[in-house]
């Protein structure tokens, strides 16, 4: 998890990331920093710790400038201090840099860059360097950001700012990246409730896309695809339902909404119930797949669908299911479980059924997610945003679609 928030408008960048920063709090992190563009340049504060004690200690709003960026990181490689938070620069410091995910092949990137200076311990700093070095052959900021992308091999999302350069550039590739529109400016976040409070437009990015975000809008350029364009869409949600509303806990909250939200995962569109039940009668071999609660919800699902279908479902652990590969023919029907619908293992049991003509049915809370894209038909959860890191109410309304399910194949919609 951790958390990524980048922001380029007529405001002042650093309050509107501080808020963002809080408001990815929820994903867990270790340390955070900011790295704010002005005419002076590029400054950046950063530290292990809380993001209120940090600023306390540093004082993010000290930061001047229209054009930021800033992270909530929790360590996968090195360990947990001050130099390894995010941001990282490149040995100019004029290039700085956010990333959220794993490089995999930041060693050899590290060894064939012998004669850069590295600071920190982390896989990210690389992507600083790498810009660099492509920066030295006389590319643009652009083209040497594309060029350094393609050389990562893992998981990113990453933002990128040099000094001079009015502009933000985003990449993402397995981990989540969203890009918010507002009046004042534009957002590149991890997650959609860190700015909800400004803008409820967004733009779902997919893998390899990158990002050029400035004054006057984005542009978006596939490493696969090239140029494309991605819809604009509204989300439903809106701030207040990412506010705490009174309570001490979002898990408190959140599990107070279970008597709406299980009736709102069960309102759902009849024709396509239907659809998935033709697919689950016409299967041979059906998996549910899984990570965390959502395995759980799959386990628990595997029960109605034997009780109340008489169906018989296999259930895979998504971390698991490589090893089930072989079982996968045209004919194999995978529900493909997850909120969030970016859960990277999910998505790798996805890819997988994929490739062997499998049909994927996702279950997933969040529209224009990941998951919505690659499965052939999906549900979804609808239970609006769920904030707390342990589920509850997503927890019950996969239950009660998995329920809903069993119940239209038993020939019993109506019950
Ligand atoms: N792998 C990076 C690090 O350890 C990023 C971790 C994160 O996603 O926060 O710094």
């Known amino acids: 998890m951790c958390g990524i928030i980048g922001y380029i408008g007529s405001e002042k960048a650093s309050p509107i990331l501080l808020k963002g920063m809080i408001n990815l709090e929820y994903r867990g992190y270790d340390s955070a920093g900011m790295a704010v563009l002005s005419s002076k340049g590029i400054e950046c504060r950063k530290g292990a710790g809380k993001i209120e004690e940090i600023n306390k200690r540093l004082n993010f709003l000290d930061l001047d400038g229209n054009i930021g960026i800033a992270h909530n990181r929790w360590a996968t490689h090195g360990g947990v201090n001050d130099i390894n938070a995010h941001p990282h620069f490149d040995c100019t410091k004029t290039i700085a840099i956010v990333h959220n995910g794993i490089i995999e092949n930041y060693k050899e990137l590290r060894e064939a860059l012998s004669d850069h200076k590295f600071e920190s311990e982390t896989d990210s700093e690389i992507i600083a360097h790498l810009i660099e070095e492509e920066l030295k052959r006389g590319l643009s900021f652009e083209e040497a950001f594309i060029n350094a992308i393609s050389q990562l091999e893992g998981s990113y999302a990453v933002l990128a700012i040099k000094a001079g350069e009015e502009k933000i550039l985003a990449a993402r590739k397995g981990s989540p990246l969203v890009v918010g529109i507002a009046d004042h400016g534009i957002f590149l976040s991890s997650d959609i409730p860190s700015f909800l409070e400004w803008t409820k437009k967004v733009v779902y990015l997919h893998d390899y896309d990158v990002v050029i975000a400035d004054k006057s809008g984005i542009r978006i350029y596939n490493l696969i695809e090239g140029e494309v364009s991605r819809p604009v869409d509204t989300v439903e949600w809106d701030a207040e339902q990412i506010k705490k509303g009174g309570f001490e806990h979002y898990m408190l909250k959140e599990i107070l909404e279970q008597t709406e939200t299980i009736q709102r995962a069960i309102q759902q569109d009849e024709s396509i119930v239907n659809r998935i ?39 895979v652990l998504a971390s698991e299911f490589e090893n089930y590969e072989h079982f996968l023919t045209e004919n194999t029907l995978v529900f493909a479980v997850s909120q969030s619908g970016e859960t990277a293992d999910v998505l790798e049991a996805v890819r997988a059924a994929k490739r062997h003509g499998s049909k994927v049915i996702g279950i997933v809370n969040r529209m224009g997610s990941s998951l919505t894209r690659e499965s052939d038909e999906f549900l979804l959860m609808n239970a609006g945003p769920e904030i707390c890191v342990l589920s509850t109410k997503t927890y019950t309304s996969q239950v009660a679609l998995m329920t809903l399910l069993a119940y239209a194949l038993a020939g019993k919609y109506e019950d």
């Open 277 to 315: 039940v033709d697919e689950i009668k016409k299967a041979y071999g059906i998996f549910f797949v899984g990570c965390g609660s959502s395995y759980h919800a799959c386990l628990t699902g595997s029960y109605l669908f034997s009780k109340i279908a008489k169906t018989h479902v296999n259930v």
